[in-house]
């Protein structure tokens, strides 16, 4: 029983992929999967009916083992692009302030090395470089609500300017 089945799918297959060709009496090519006119003369072209690669969609696996390695592949992937995302973020915010405490302030003079300056203030919040000479910016934090900006020309400190902005 199961045999004459697998026949009859076979051969309905076979004849549903039958493509005709002719001419008809003004000229004009005509391609068609019906039987033309008796009338014609028609030439029954091949067609190359082998079945093509299977999809990605229908090699897929629908068992619940599948599924959930297909999920937790969709987890891992979101989770690295949140690591990513994450990374990108950090990378681009820029640290904190550190500020530059009176304490320290008041130990920077004029006249003295670059040296010296950095040995007391520590690294600055913003450094502008010019041509001729550098500029350390200190930010206000909570304890020292102050901008300061130290004027470093010719390696010596030159301007010390502390300004409180309200």
Request: hydrophobic share 40%; aromatic share 8%; net charge positive.
């Amino acid at each position: 029983m199961r045999l004459i089945a697998l026949l009859l799918a076979l051969f309905s297959a076979s004849a549903a992929a039958q493509v005709y060709r002719w001419v008809d009496k003004s000229g004009t090519v005509h391609y068609s999967n019906e039987q033309p006119p008796a009338d014609v003369k028609a030439t029954q072209l091949p067609i190359d009916a082998k079945a093509g690669p299977p999809s990605a969609d229908s090699q897929e696996c629908y068992s619940v083992r599948c599924q959930g390695e297909r999920m937790e592949e969709r987890i891992a992937r979101r989770d690295a692009a949140d690591a990513r995302a994450s990374a990108e973020r950090a990378a681009a915010t820029p640290p904190r302030p550190r500020g530059l405490e009176f304490r320290k302030y008041i130990s920077i003079q004029r006249g003295m090395s670059e040296g010296e300056f950095l040995a007391i203030a520590g690294a600055p919040d913003v450094l502008f470089r010019d041509f001729t000479s550098r500029t350390y910016t200190y930010l206000p934090i909570a304890g020292d609500p102050f901008t300061t900006s130290v004027t470093v020309v010719s390696r010596r400190v030159h301007e010390i300017e502390r300004v409180r902005k309200f």
